[in-house]
């Protein structure tokens, strides 16, 4: 049996609106048995929304999944609450609605744990972390309370130990910094952790929105992130709204998720739209990858091959030895990755709002920034 797992998938957006133009364009994702996605967003039109940046999708969007042909989805993601519990709900009656398995995330922690099996002796668990930078609004199940599986050791040993004897699982973690191309230490430590299981066949990771690289060990892979595979543009309303217009609307448009000071068309830069479509024979146990890339303007997904596949699988194999530095020169790698990030994002937010308010608004803005920071500093002394 031929399993592939993908990344990210958003069928929001001009997906939605435009249902009949999404396209998987791939032979790997065509021959495949079975494919796995991490769906990174309720399936809801419930109107009450988290206090955040949200991602959602009508109910009526689980066609275009089925159209796909995916067969589940890991809901253990920062996403899945965007629509608070009922959109979990939601969610979960839609998927099943059409025959999509999901795993991951529940109605109670018992349910949230539950693997989604894909042959007798082979299952697939999802988990999230909680609590690093870029992961804050998480909610986490309970005993009564809906969320997603807790990304710890400790929680998915606890998992493993409890699978019928000759169980294998493959493990599906949302974790790490977004955008970036050096793996946090804690989520490389993991990944080694969990190939070192003998329950675990394969890992593979989400959230940084980029490819990384792979840990290998024990003759298994973790692939630490499969970057966003099919996730379409959409419009923002101030500050963070997903919004879906009744026309199309003459809106600037970022390659930046942040907020915004009027409506405003979201597009993933071109390095956000390559991604790692993981193929694994259950039978070998042997894994292999293939590239994708999704095109600029429409929610149309492409295997790359030739000259710029070869070019991706050498930035995946660079960052591959990167990982095997130790660790004091891999920190300095990871800071400085960081901080580059960090510094194009602000650098980067900053000219869009120029564009879209005007320099005479953002110098204003600067001015009163001062200011209070002046006056802080004066209340401080």
Not at 64 to 73: C, E, G, P, Q, S
Not at 103 to 119: E, Y
Not at 168 to 182: K, S
Request: glycine share 8%.
């Amino acid at each position: 049996m031929q399993i592939v797992v993908g990344g990210d998938v958003f069928v929001g957006g001009d997906a939605q609106q435009h249902p009949s133009g999404v396209q998987i364009i791939s032979k790997t994702y065509a021959n495949a048995d079975l494919r796995i996605v991490n769906l990174e967003h309720p399936l809801s039109d419930h109107p009450e929304y988290e206090n955040k940046g949200v991602l959602f999708a009508s109910i009526k969007a689980n066609k275009i999944l089925k159209n796909l042909r995916i067969d589940a989805v890991n809901l253990a993601n920062n996403h899945i609450h965007d629509k608070t519990k009922a959109g979990i709900q939601d969610t979960f009656v839609c998927l099943e609605r059409v025959d999509i398995g999901h795993f991951g995330a529940g109605m109670s922690l018992d349910s949230a744990k539950r693997p989604h099996w894909i042959t007798d002796s082979l299952c697939i668990m999802g988990y999230c972390v909680q609590g690093k930078p870029t992961l804050t609004k998480v909610g986490v199940a309970t005993a009564t309370d809906a969320g997603v599986n807790l990304c710890t050791y400790k929680e998915i040993e606890h998992d493993l130990d409890l699978l019928p004897e000759g169980m294998r699982a493959i493990i599906y973690c949302h974790w790490g910094r977004e955008h970036v191309w050096c793996a946090s230490e804690y989520v490389i430590d993991l990944a080694k952790q969990l190939l070192n299981h003998e329950r675990v066949v394969l890992v593979v990771g989400s959230h940084p929105h980029l490819v990384q690289g792979i840990i290998r060990r024990n003759g298994k892979c973790a692939y630490l992130s499969l970057g966003n595979f099919l996730f379409s543009n959409f419009y923002i309303a101030p500050p963070t709204q997903l919004v879906y217009p009744d026309d199309t609307p003459n809106a600037l448009t970022t390659r930046k998720y942040h907020c915004v000071r009027a409506l405003t068309y979201k597009k993933w830069p071109w390095w956000n739209r390559i991604a790692l479509l993981v193929n694994y024979d259950a039978q070998s146990g042997k894994s292999s990858y293939a590239i994708t890339m999704q095109d600029d303007n429409h929610p149309v997904v492409t295997e790359l091959d030739g000259v710029s596949a070869l070019l991706v699988k050498g930035w995946v194999e660079t960052l591959t030895w990167i990982y095997t530095l130790p660790y004091p020169i891999y920190s300095g790698l990871q800071k400085c990755n960081g901080l580059w990030v960090t510094g194009t994002w602000f650098v980067g937010i900053n000219l869009f709002y120029i564009r879209q308010k005007g320099v005479k608004w953002f110098v204003l803005k600067l001015w009163k920034t001062g200011k209070r920071s002046l006056k802080k500093c004066g209340a401080t002394k």
